[in-house]
């Protein structure tokens, strides 16, 4: 079941998206060579509590961190450590607030003091911004989806078979899922109020995923390059009004 959010709520969530962007600038703006993802981790964790927002992936599932941190064939769900960062490490940070009962998410992905691989990261940046363009009302989900498969596929690159954006609100995850590939046209209507997750979840290889040892850490089985965007948006009749 899709849950509508009203007008007060959609407010709220965008008080608790502007924590959510706060934290995550911070950590992109902050990691360095040498600094380990835990402590990109706190960084991103003080700056959520600091603001009244709670890091609502802590615990979840049991997931035991603020922050999910991938770094170049680490897609998702990656756990901090004392993992140190390198000269052309291809970091994705991905965290979510919970405010006043509502939550929302955010996914960055940047390159660690090189240029190597802006193609690839424009790409991604260029899919998220066609996907919020196809969100409005009337359109189908199928439309934002295609939206982001059409822009990293023409780049050269693949979208994930696996992992998808998703309803995000009252719970972290809700209906409808919003996948990286898809058919104009298809899918769940896209209504007034709705609020959704809206993720760019892509690779330069193939789309097989692998699980680390950790249970947690999902990375590329063909260890290709991996990029993550994503914004929670609300939908309006003036179009994607994006939280974070």
Same mark, same amino acid.
């Given at each position: 079941?899709?849950?509508?959010?009203?007008?007060?709520?959609?407010?709220?969530?965008?008080?608790?998206?502007?924590?959510?962007?706060?934290?995550?600038?911070?950590?992109? $703006?902050?990691?360095?060579? @040498?600094?380990?993802? !835990? %402590?990109?981790?706190?960084? #991103?964790?003080?700056?959520?509590?600091?603001? +009244?927002?709670?890091?609502?992936?802590?615990?979840?599932?049991?997931?035991?961190?603020?922050?999910?941190?991938?770094?170049?064939?680490?897609i998702v769900h990656g756990?901090?450590?004392?993992?140190?960062?390198?000269?052309g490490d291809v970091v994705?940070?991905?965290?979510?607030?919970?405010?006043?009962?509502?939550?929302?998410?955010?996914?960055?992905?940047?390159?660690?003091?090189?240029?190597?691989?802006? $193609?690839?990261?424009?790409? @991604?940046?260029?899919? !998220? %911004?066609?996907?919020?363009? #196809?969100?409005?009302?009337?359109?189908?989900? +199928?439309?934002?989806?295609?939206?982001?498969?059409?822009?990293?596929?023409?780049?050269?690159?693949?979208?994930?078979?696996?992992?998808?954006?998703?309803?995000?609100?009252?719970?972290?995850?809700?209906?409808?899922?919003?996948?990286?590939?898809?058919?104009?046209?298809?899918?769940?209507?896209?209504?007034?109020?709705?609020?959704?997750?809206?993720?760019?979840?892509?690779?330069?290889?193939?789309?097989?995923?692998?699980?680390?040892?950790?249970?947690?850490? !999902?990375?590329?089985?063909?260890?290709?390059?991996?990029?993550?965007?994503?914004?929670?948006?609300?939908?309006?009749?003036?179009?994607?009004?994006?939280?974070?």
């Amino acid at each position: 079941m899709i849950l509508i959010k009203t007008p007060q709520e959609i407010q709220i969530m965008q008080e608790g998206g502007k924590i959510a962007r706060e934290a995550v600038d911070a950590a992109v $703006k902050q990691a360095k060579v @040498g600094m380990t993802t !835990l %402590e990109l981790n706190n960084i #991103a964790e003080k700056i959520i509590l600091d603001l +009244g927002g709670m890091p609502c992936f802590k615990n979840y599932e049991g997931f035991p961190f603020a922050i999910c941190v991938n770094i170049n064939e680490g897609i998702v769900h990656g756990i901090p450590n004392q993992y140190k960062i390198q000269r052309g490490d291809v970091v994705s940070i991905d965290l979510g607030v919970l405010y006043k009962g509502l939550n929302t998410d955010v996914s960055e992905s940047f390159e660690v003091e090189t240029n190597v691989q802006g $193609k690839f990261l424009d790409a @991604g940046r260029k899919a !998220l %911004e066609n996907a919020l363009e #196809a969100c409005i009302v009337g359109n189908k989900i +199928g439309d934002v989806s295609y939206a982001i498969q059409k822009t990293i596929e023409s780049a050269g690159f693949s979208v994930s078979r696996d992992l998808a954006g998703h309803g995000v609100g009252r719970q972290i995850h809700e209906d409808p899922y919003v996948e990286c590939f898809g058919q104009p046209g298809k899918g769940r209507e896209i209504k007034e109020g709705m609020t959704l997750a809206l993720e760019v979840i892509y690779q330069k290889g193939r789309p097989e995923l692998r699980l680390a040892k950790d249970g947690w850490t !999902l990375s590329t089985k063909d260890g290709s390059l991996s990029g993550l965007f994503e914004k929670s948006v609300a939908v309006t009749r003036q179009g994607a009004l994006v939280l974070t």
